[in-house]
């Protein structure tokens, strides 16, 4: 299988809340994630983050992903995902009661591969605008 179709596997897993239960087959069990947000700050490995977008399900029960676009870059092992996280606060589990406000956010994963599983994850996400459209900042 190839990354790109390993990358789509995995992406989907992750955006529909699976967990590190249903993303693992993808990805290297010691891999790694960064993202430069405080929203997933102290979030180092791929295991977590994935654990925490399932946990992000709570709050936002609706969640849905919009895909734009995914592309490969075999000379570098990775592939780029850049999609739109559509939700409404309705649950409980955020740092406020539920908001009822909705979020479209932008957001963009580059997933680095080693022997056709992920070994690397990074997560460009702009957080603070997110929290804002939900009413939580």
Not at 47 to 64: G, I, K, V
């Amino acid at each position: 299988m190839s990354n790109l179709d390993q990358a789509r596997r995995f992406f989907d897993a992750c955006e529909t809340g699976k967990g590190w239960e249903g993303c693992k087959a993808w990805c290297h069990p010691d891999a790694t994630f960064d993202s430069q947000t405080a929203a997933l700050a102290g979030i180092n490995t791929l295991e977590a983050y994935c654990n925490w977008m399932q946990n992000l399900f709570t709050p936002l029960p609706d969640a849905r992903y919009e895909l734009k676009f995914m592309g490969e870059d075999a000379d570098r092992d990775s592939v780029a995902a850049y999609a739109v996280i559509h939700a409404t606060q309705s649950g409980p589990g955020g740092p406020v009661p539920p908001t009822g406000r909705t979020i479209a956010a932008d957001y963009v994963y580059n997933m680095v591969f080693d022997g056709g599983r992920i070994r690397h994850m990074t997560k460009i996400w702009n957080d603070a605008h997110s929290m804002q459209q939900m009413g939580w900042s």
